[in-house]
């Protein structure tokens, strides 16, 4: 029971304001926290100002602000308390000191989560429930330290042991390997994502490059977050060569395809293969690739879908790319027209025709050509470039074909089956006319 009436910290509060130079303490740690405040601000406004032309450091900068903030003031009242503690008593600040260090803690764990798992700035539920937790967790200990009982809560996990293995462990090494392990994945987790952020936006390097060196940081910083804070607890590293015999059997007996998925990834990022944007073809999946990561590539078709594709089967199976060396991208469709057809007319008439299409560029200009002779009538070929293939081919067709439909009401031009159907009415047969459907072919890269 003394431990608790000890040192409560309610206590010692209780003494200080009963205490003549309480007002200059009042206004000593009112100081400190305006004069953290201000500062926190002047630095964020020159940090900002000096990488203004840089958008990487934007982002970072402006929410750091939360962390910088309570901890400037906490080391501005540290500094006043042991400055006024060589003349005078300072009491206030040291017992304002834990909960403004409670504070600190709090929002540098928010921030390093937020940095190392939140995508483009959304939140997920877990991370949410994890903060809230984490919260509780810090206001807890504050809580015990306050009402004095810290010392009889670290008595009691230093006495009560639960068995591993053959030994029995104190909850306290317990909690503090997984502290260790928390804390060095988490600052491992925020630099690698920090990193990742920097070379993304280095418009110098090539994307795939980009994106190998980020993957590759990232594990490397996680691989030696597990072995620092595993030495730190001090498990023997030997043991892991038993986890490396395992993980060898496990990847010799059903893991082929996932590490083939991955080596895939890297080779496809090394030799730049396919990048960012790339409108491609493969098997049933077309679209645009959307990402590139270590395992699949994510394809968005025009219609929104996306389909995550193994980069074992873009490694494997033979990919269209239908803007590997541009994005420019020639289409083309056929239609079938009468013998009698006036071509001298009709031809130039559909390059004109193609040219009052906004998506259709002017140059290369567009061409419309007799492609063959078949036994129903003349074939005409079309074909026209498009400088944006991301936003889909078949609309543009379907404006070519409407521009030559009426352009055939125009001229009075007759298709096959036209012609056929007029046949069968002169010989008293009475049958529709029906127009032969418009076919179209798409030629490019193939890698």
Not at 16 to 27: A, F, G, N, S, T
Not at 110 to 118: D, E, I
Not at 252 to 278: A, C, H, M, N, P
Request: proline share 4%; glycine share 6%; net charge neutral.
């Amino acid at each position: 029971m003394s431990t608790m009436t000890a040192n409560p910290l309610w206590v010692d509060l209780q003494v200080e304001l009963d205490r003549p130079d309480l007002l200059l303490q009042v206004l000593v740690l009112s100081g400190c926290v305006l004069a953290g405040w201000l500062l926190s601000q002047q630095l964020m406004k020159k940090f900002s100002a000096r990488h203004e032309h840089h958008g990487i450091f934007q982002a970072p900068v402006d929410s750091f602000q939360v962390v910088l903030t309570p901890l400037l003031i906490v080391v501005l009242m540290a500094s006043a308390a042991w400055v006024m503690g060589r003349w005078q008593h300072a009491g206030l600040l040291l017992t304002a000191l834990p909960l403004l260090l409670s504070f600190l803690l709090i929002r540098s764990g928010f921030f390093l989560l937020r940095k190392a798992f939140a995508k483009e700035g959304r939140v997920g539920v877990f991370l949410q429930v994890f903060e809230q937790s984490f919260a509780v967790l810090v206001w807890s200990g504050l809580a015990l330290y306050i009402t004095g009982l810290w010392p009889e809560f670290v008595k009691y996990l230093e006495e009560t042991t639960i068995p591993l293995g053959h030994h029995r462990e104190p909850l306290i090494v317990i909690f503090q390997a997984l502290m260790w392990v928390f804390i060095t994945l988490i600052l491992a987790m925020w630099a690698a994502s920090a990193l990742e952020q920097r070379l993304m936006h280095l418009d110098t390097m090539h994307s795939s490059l980009r994106a190998v060196m980020a993957r590759v940081a990232r594990a490397s910083l996680i691989l030696v977050a597990l072995l620092v804070s595993l030495s730190i607890v001090g498990i023997d590293l030997t043991v892991l060569s038993v986890f490396g015999g395992a993980l060898g059997v496990g990847i010799g007996l059903g893991l082929q395809k996932l590490v083939s998925s991955y080596v895939s990834g890297f080779v496809i990022l090394l030799e730049r293969s396919l990048s960012i944007g790339d409108i491609v073809h493969l098997d049933r999946f077309s679209g645009e690739v959307a990402e590139i990561n270590t395992r699949y590539t994510l394809i968005k078709s025009s219609d929104g879908a996306a389909a995550a594709i193994p980069n074992e089967m873009l490694v494997s199976s033979p990919v269209q790319n239908l803007t590997r060396s541009d994005r420019q991208l020639r289409l083309a469709t056929t239609m079938v027209v009468a013998p009698e057809t006036d071509l001298e007319a009709l031809l130039p008439g559909m390059a004109a025709a193609m040219q009052r299409i906004p998506r259709i560029l002017t140059s290369p200009s567009p061409t419309a050509t007799l492609a063959r002779f078949t036994a129903e009538g003349m074939e005409l070929e079309a074909g026209f470039w498009i400088a944006d293939p991301q936003y889909g081919t078949g609309n543009v067709r379907s404006e070519v074909n409407f521009e030559f439909w009426r352009l055939c009401q125009q001229y009075g031009v007759r298709f096959p089956s036209q012609a056929k159907a007029e046949s069968s009415v002169k010989r008293g047969n009475d049958k529709s006319l029906i127009y032969k459907p418009l076919s179209a072919d798409v030629g490019k890269n193939q890698a």
